[in-house]
Antibody, heavy 123, light 110 residues
């Protein structure tokens, strides 16, 4: 069964850092681009970042560029999101998701999602 | 403010049809495929439509998508109480090289 499981969420103070992980199983992880999407309380879905299948290309939303770093370890079937300089507006449920296509123009099409991990930025 | 514009809410009685619009521009919808998602609070979003009008396996044909120019549409026919959820459109934004979502549309079954 295809499965994604996020971990690493929690409570962090403004300006702090956190590293999210996403463990993949049931599919050939190294063959697919992966993404992070978040949903802040009472808000809609917001795309955060994407990484190509090989890990050589990365993409970020303007709101997180320079603060978040997406990476992957294809040998461990793991996707990561390192978040620093966290702000209150980064408070959200963070989902990892598998893209259906290899080209960036297909990164909006995500057919497998994890259940999400909650990040709360507050003092 | 979302790059893609969706109505905040739509509603209809059970068995009826709802249409959700998603308006963009030539730099996003006009030159790229559109996806649609169903999202119930506390759960993972579900891909309903990809490449404008294709359904993943397991998605009933009550859900259909289309695209014309810089706008896309999701139709839900034979509305059921279980369809009450938030629905989002998404696509690639060429000018910024990133994924964009609509603001979401809440579907209510009367």
């Amino acid at each position: 069964e295809v499965h994604l499981l996020e971990s690493g969420g929690g409570l962090v103070q403004p300006g702090g850092s956190l590293r999210l992980s996403c463990a993949a199983s049931g599919f050939s992880f190294s063959g697919y681009a992966m993404t992070w999407v978040r949903q802040a309380p009472g808000k809609g879905l917001q795309w955060v970042s994407a990484i190509s299948a090989s890990g050589s290309d990365t993409y970020y939303a303007d709101s997180v560029k320079g603060r978040f770093t997406i990476s992957r370890d294809n040998s461990k079937n793991t996707l990561s999101l390192h978040m620093k300089s966290l702000r209150a507006e980064d408070t959200a449920v963070y989902f990892c998701a598998k893209a259906t296509g290899l080209h960036p123009k297909y990164y909006h099409s995500m057919d497998v999602w994890g259940k999400g991990t909650t990040v709360t930025v507050s003092s | 403010q979302s790059v893609l514009t969706q109505p905040p809410s739509v509603s209809a009685a059970p068995g009826q049809m709802v249409t959700i619009s998603c308006s963009g521009s030539s730099s996003n919808i006009g030159n790229n495929y559109v996806s649609w998602y169903q999202h119930l609070p506390g759960t993972a979003p579900k891909l309903l439509i990809y490449e404008n009008n294709k359904r993943p396996s397991g998605i009933p044909d009550r859900f259909s998508g289309s695209k014309s120019g810089t706008s896309a549409t999701l139709d839900i026919t034979g509305l059921q109480t279980g369809d009450e959820a938030d629905y989002y459109c998404g696509t690639w934004e060429n000018s910024l090289s990133l994924v964009v979502f609509g603001g979401g549309t809440k579907v209510t079954v009367l």
